[in-house]
């Protein structure tokens, strides 16, 4: 879900773990050409959507780590993968939060139109699909993304 730390902890897990990261909106934006809310603009959410299905099959094989879009698990299909070719570590905290940390979410065309307030409903609704593709969950609630990135990378360690 945006807001919650997927960038910066992912980031930050690759480089504990020595590997590449992969972020599907920087890679969305760079096979688009254009910024994410142009791509949004011009093709609407479901040509996003198509691209970003793109990009995470691309990582499909490697060892990066991958920060999704919070909608990624909108489509089955992307989850299925995400399920056989890796682990899925689901970041949470409660959309009051959330709307803290994206302010009024210029840049976030989920948000056009109803901003932040946009947010409660949105994660209620994706909830059940975080849960279910997710094979480790972690509240970022009152933690720092070093503190996350550290519980990804010692879980990471004890399950392989």
Do not use: H
Request: with cysteine; glycine share 12%.
């Amino acid at each position: 879900m945006m807001g919650v730390g997927k960038t910066t902890v992912g980031r930050l897990v690759a480089g504990r773990l020595q590997r590449p990261f992969v972020d599907l909106d920087e890679a969305v934006a760079a096979a688009a050409g254009r910024p994410i809310p142009e791509v949004f603009a011009a093709e609407g959410e479901p040509g996003f959507r198509r691209r970003e299905a793109a990009a995470l099959a691309a990582t499909a094989g490697t060892a990066a780590v991958v920060a999704c879009g919070g909608g990624v698990v909108g489509d089955p299909v992307n989850v299925d993968l995400m399920r056989r070719r890796g682990r899925v570590v689901w970041l949470e905290a409660p959309a009051a939060v959330l709307a803290g940390r994206v302010g009024e979410g210029a840049g976030r065309p989920l948000l056009a139109g109803e901003g932040v307030a946009a947010l409660g409903p949105l994660l209620a609704a994706r909830r059940a699909a975080y849960a279910a593709a997710a094979d480790l969950r972690v509240d970022t609630t009152t933690r720092s993304p070093e503190e996350v990135a550290e519980e990804v990378v010692r879980w990471w360690s004890e399950s392989r």
